[in-house]
């Protein structure tokens, strides 16, 4: 199944992607592969991380990785 992601920091989306999983992953599964794809396309360090909030969503809804403002 696929999801939308959505990188919002400072109340702004900076980038979306969608992350596609086997149909019987975890939402702990599709977290991970967002946060490795935002680390590659983002350049985020390990400090950035730190920071991140995850909403877990439903499946019908897009999974969303919030950053604080900086």
């Given at each position: ?5 959505h990188i919002i920091r400072a109340g702004k989306c900076i980038a979306e ?54």
């Amino acid at each position: 199944m696929a999801k939308l992601v959505h990188i919002i920091r400072a109340g702004k989306c900076i980038a979306e992607f969608t992350i596609n999983l086997n149909d019987d992953s975890e939402d702990e599964d599709y977290i991970v592969a967002a946060r490795e794809r935002a680390r590659t396309e983002l350049r985020l360090g390990q400090d950035d991380f730190a920071q991140l909030l995850f909403d877990v969503v439903p499946q019908a809804a897009p999974a969303k990785i919030r950053m604080p403002f900086k």
